[in-house]
């Protein structure tokens, strides 16, 4: 008996789904009650405790990403309720002010359904999110004191079963949801960084330049009338790939990288024994202060031409550090 041929995807079948997805979505957008999503955004804006997400299967897992979202934004305390758990005991985690919001595809989940009337017994609001045929949240609908409707035209599967255009839906909503509470609430980078500090956006919103900038004995210091060869050594051994030339109370004259010192190399060959710094190092750097933020450093850094280090100034143009770009990147950023 043989073997079948490998399967394939062809670029025709392949744009054909997005195709199919895109009009799905469409109808999404086109067919969503405005209204509807207005009252879900204010009722969790007012929410006087905390915010639950349920639902089982696909619904599920749409359920704990947004819980997570709303978490992570500081927006409310928020997590996600497993249907299954809750009624074996982590119903104990709800609470009369409390909001449970129930995302079900059909509006006839069972183990929801289960779990509502427990939960309206402890006091708690309850949202049920759905795209149930009658429009109105089906059997878990009717149980809930509020019902969102999301329009679903069909799923991109061979069967129309597999929820992979219905699980978009519900995420898309609940994210554009939570994008209109951050503006309402009007949350700050600063408020948003303070809950991400360990990724990379949040160490960029916190790092500041004098956070990963180098200093005191790690600085590569000259004077201007230093011999270039005299100043190799420094040149190399402290990692900047610079030397940064200053004058007898530390203000910066310039800076001299070691491709200055190629240039000058192959420009002036045994001639270079007779050069100072000064007389070859560029005079008009970039520089940045200390209290700058360490993103700005690296957006300093790419424009309008790469350069693999900052000197760090005060207001005095005194040299108090040197921020680099292997620096940034150690640190995360």
Known sequence: MGSLPPAKISPTDLSRLFESQRRHLNHFFDHLDLSQAVSFAQTLLAAPGAIFFSGVGKSGAVAMKLAQTLASLGLARSSFLCPINALHGDLGALFPSDILVLLSKSGASQELLS???????????LVAITSAEDGKGGMLGRVCDMSVHLPL???????????VTSASVQMVFGDTVVAAL????????????????AGRIGK????KVKDVMKKQNELPLCK?????????????SKGCGCLLV??????????????????????????????TVGQMCNRNPRTITADAMAVEAMEKMEAPSPVQFLPVVDEKRTVIGIVTLHGLVAAGL
């Open 115 to 125: 779990l509502a009337p427990c939960a309206k017994a402890k006091g708690a609001y």
């Open 153 to 163: 035209s069909g799923e991109v599967c061979p069967f129309g079963l597999a929820p």
């Open 182 to 197: 951050m503006e309402a609430k009007r949350v700050s980078r600063e408020q948003y960084a303070a809950n991400h500090p």
């Open 204 to 207: 960029s919103l916190i790092f």
């Open 224 to 236: 201007e009338g230093d011999m270039i060869m005299d100043q190799l050594t420094e040149l190399t």
């Open 246 to 275: 200053v004058d007898d109370v530390y203000c910066l004259i310039g800076t001299f990288t070691d491709g200055d010192l190629r240039r000058t190399l192959k420009a002036n060959g045994a001639a270079i024994f007779n050069l």
